[in-house]
């Protein structure tokens, strides 16, 4: 009796499972399909219908010549955009807040837990009160409607929480390897490079993948601050979605969203699982 009970509550919980992996995925296939499909066959098929015969028209436009407002050359300069946006802010944010949780866990000085709490308060701070702050201090550097400056807004609000990762996972190296490389002589960068850096590489991951995630999907910072030729791909596909003129191309707007999408959904396909090795040997080692 004990092993038919525990063989239905296997089944049971892969049952449910598999409704909750359904229930996520519907969406993603109703908008692969929906790309895949020709107007005429949107309009009389059923939406979870599969397409009749495979076509990539859609995908081409949404990527070289759908109009985004008045500029009708795709998604393709967008993109561009946000990667040379997205990978030196994951980049930048992610090596600061290495150092700064290197120093908070291991190189305590007077009110080093005050500076920790004041960074954590960073991460509470919603995105629209930063705004009027932020557009000031970028137009009296000059650096007003461009990409620089929509990487300084990204690495700026981004270091609370990679300094968060870093230092939490950071407190859990032993104390007395730092202490015995100082009285061996070793300063700051030798210990952070023979003793620290190696055991990074799980909070490294874990780093890069939040930080190019929000970075990649953020929309309200792309539309204030960044200028007509610095704009991410998540404002040109608002932009293309809400373009009014012509007829309505449902097919052309699901496949620009999951172009818009795709870096992400990849990165976690790939990465995915070491994001996960990374928060739990945090956890354990903390």
Known sequence: MAAKRIAFGRVAVYLLLAA????????LYVMLATSLKSLDEIRSANLLALPHTLDMGAWAKAWRSACTGVDCAGLAPYFLNSLKMAIPAVLISTVIGSFNGYVLAHWRFRGSDILFAALMVGCFIPFQ??????ARLLGMAGMANTTAGLVFVHVVYGLAFTTLFFRNYYVSVPVELVQAARIDGAGFFLIYRKIILPLSLPIFMVCFIWQFTQIWNDFLFGVVFGGADAQ?????????????????????????????????????LVAGKYFVRGLTAGAVKG
Not at 21 to 26: G, K
Not at 244 to 266: C, F, Q, R
Request: glycine share 2%.
């Open 129 to 134: 009160v930063v705004i009027l702050p932020m």
């Open 232 to 268: 991410p791909v998540t404002v040109a596909l608002n932009n293309l979605v809400n373009t009014s003129t012509g007829v309505k191309e449902y097919n052309v707007d699901m496949a620009a969203a999951i172009i818009a999408a795709l870096p992400t959904l990849l990165l976690y």
């Open 20 to 27: 909750v992996a359904l229930y996520y995925l519907l969406p």
